[in-house]
């Protein structure tokens, strides 16, 4: 779809990383943006430095794992905006689980899933049937990861099969607005080619007393200061893609109606023609790579 002056974007997860990243490249486009974010402090930085900038800002604190919650975000930005015009379902988790899947907390996966898959559905559920009732242009773009997009990182196994749900979700809403012949479009994005030094491995400064550890972690977290310092450590190179440079590839994506925005990136495409060839040959899996992220 043309991006257009006065149009509206809503990004939830925008108080840090690349959601606001994005809503600032929205601003930089003219559109007016909302900002969804569970971390207050962070939200109010966030809108006073967007406002600064010039940008016509609303921001509001939501949990997207509470239906009600965003319901009436939506209700406020109709509100407010009367449009919207792009939606990005992008807050996320680290989900913070340890060892071996018959090992971990429910209240891990628990509380993953609450953001990273039901807030991407109630984001649709909330704002999806108004965006296509308007009759103007629309998008969606929700934030899936390599870890599940692709295939799982073993070691980040939760947050891995919510990613993956992501992808189904979205291709499922694809076909959905198709068969609707809506206006409205839909993109599935890999954040990347790299990591991204964003505020995702201290997921757990937001999680909720309700999803809250049934056990104590056996380990400590660990920062990405100091998961980067063993990666070096140990002798592998790490690279990470500039938070900018995501939204630059969003923005590039809703302009050319690209479902999936998925960098360019051997070892991506190496990863899934191993996926696909595994599957297609009946052969195990692996491809599997293990990677310390817990
Ligand atoms: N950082 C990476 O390397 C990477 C890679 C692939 C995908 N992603 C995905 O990108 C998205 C953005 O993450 P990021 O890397 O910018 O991390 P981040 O922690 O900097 O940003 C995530 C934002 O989501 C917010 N949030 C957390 N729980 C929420 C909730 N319940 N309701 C509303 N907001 C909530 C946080 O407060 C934070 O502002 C996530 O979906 C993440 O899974 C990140």
């Avoid at 909302?34 to 930085?45: C, T």
């Avoid at 989900?95 to 899933?113: I, L, V, Y």
């Avoid at 993109?187 to 790299?194: E, K, M, N, Q, W």
């Avoid at 400064?205 to 400590?220: D, S, V």
């Amino acid at each position: 779809m043309r991006l257009a002056a006065g149009q509206v974007a809503v990004v939830t997860g925008a108080a840090s990383g690349i959601g606001l990243a994005m809503a600032r490249r929205f601003a930089a486009e003219g559109l007016k943006v909302v900002l969804a974010d569970v971390e207050e402090a962070a939200l109010e930085k966030a809108f006073t430095r967007l406002r600064d900038e010039g940008a016509e800002v609303l921001a509001r604190t939501v949990d997207v794992g509470d239906r009600t919650a965003v319901l009436s975000l939506a209700d406020a930005v109709y509100d407010t905006f009367g449009a919207v015009h792009v939606l990005c379902n992008n807050a996320g988790v680290g989900s913070g689980a340890e060892g071996r899947m018959w090992e971990h907390d429910p209240n891990d996966w628990k509380w993953a899933f609450s953001v990273n898959v039901w807030g991407v559905f109630h984001g649709i559920q909330a704002f999806v049937p108004r965006m296509i009732a308007s009759g103007e242009p629309g998008h969606v773009v929700n934030t899936s990861s390599a870890d599940g997009g692709i295939a799982p990182l073993p070691t980040a196994s939760v947050y891995a099969v919510t990613k993956a749900a992501v992808v189904t979700m979205t291709e499922s809403l694809y076909a959905h607005l198709k068969a609707e012949h809506a206006r409205v479009g839909a993109s599935v994005l890999f954040p990347g080619p790299h990591m991204l030094r964003t505020g995702l491995w201290e997921s757990h400064r937001n999680r909720p007393g309700r999803y809250a550890k049934q056990r104590p972690r056996k380990t400590p977290y660990r920062s990405l200061d100091q998961w980067e310092a063993a990666m070096k450590e140990a002798g592998h190179e790490v690279a990470f893609t500039p938070v900018e440079e995501v939204a630059e590839h969003v923005v590039e994506g809703i302009r050319a109606d690209r479902f999936w925005m998925l960098p360019p990136s051997e070892h991506s495409d190496r990863q899934i023609r191993a996926r696909a060839r595994s599957m297609l040959d009946r052969a195990d899996p692996t491809y599997l790579e293990s990677f310390v992220l817990d």
